[in-house]
């Protein structure tokens, strides 16, 4: 299950099952449900897929095959697989400043966002459709921002990436506990609004912010493609 439970009858429910749980808080969640200590068990993340963690990047997805500067940062900026019409109120905002980044933009499905940005008005922008290969643009990236989905956060963290999330109002009750747990983790900030992902960037790209952030991310380490297996054998032997 993903990295905490929304209750009530959400992804859990009081019955007999068990339990694989990515965090030490779902697997509290579990217990306070009432479900058999001995039935839950906890790894060290989400089950990312072994060739996202593992496969170099695609040689053909490069800064120069996207059409973005090699001399500065890249922030992908993502909304889970729809995207989202709020992707241009952003985009807008790039173009009024002058930091020091680029910003790759995964639309997704949003049609809508993909045309506003795609005008070529501003060499830092650069948008893309849906992609099946995520992982690879999240591998090109220096950093992950926008909407903070048990995947992406997850994703994100295995490889890296420092983050910036949207704590606001709009974030999906699901996936409020994945800002804390990207907070505390010391993976990266959080934002209450959208319009604020310019001003709460611009810390993260100064070097001291963003080797503490390094160095948090390089003492995680996501076991959850070898975990998660050997926790299912124990399961069947069990029944």
């Known amino acids: 299950m993903p990295l905490a439970d929304y209750p009530p009858h959400f992804w859990m429910e009081k019955q007999d099952q068990w339990l694989i749980c990515a965090t030490p808080f779902a697997q509290k969640q579990a217990i306070h449900l009432g479900l058999p200590k001995d039935q839950i068990f906890v790894t060290t993340g989400l089950l990312i897929p072994r060739h996202d963690l593992e496969q170099p990047t695609d040689r053909r997805i490069t800064k120069a095959h996207i059409g973005l500067r090699p001399d500065l940062p890249v922030a992908l900026v993502q909304a889970g697989a729809e995207g989202s019409q709020v992707m241009p109120t952003l985009g807008a905002l790039v173009k009024k400043s002058d930091i020091p980044c680029q910003f790759l933009f995964m639309t997704g ?131």
Not at 113 to 128: F, H, K, V
Not at 162 to 169: E, F, H, N, S, Y
Request: charged share 25%; with cysteine; glycine share 6%.
């Open 109 to 239: 499905q949003c049609h809508i966002a993909y045309e506003t940005l795609s005008n070529g008005s501003d060499d830092r922008i650069r948008a893309l459709r849906f992609t099946e290969d995520f992982a690879s643009y999240v591998r090109l990236a220096d950093y992950v921002i926008g909407k903070p989905g048990s995947v992406t956060v997850s994703q994100a963290a295995a490889l890296g990436k420092p983050m910036l999330v949207c704590a606001g109002r709009s974030t999906l009750p699901q996936e409020r506990y994945n800002v804390e747990w990207v907070v505390q983790n010391g993976f990266g900030k959080s934002v209450p609004r959208w319009r604020d992902m310019m001003v709460g960037l611009e810390p993260l790209l100064e070097r001291v912010a963003l080797d503490r952030l390094h160095d948090n991310l390089q003492r995680y380490r996501n076991q959850a493609f070898s975990e998660v297996p050997q926790i299912l054998e124990r399961v069947m032997s069990a029944k």
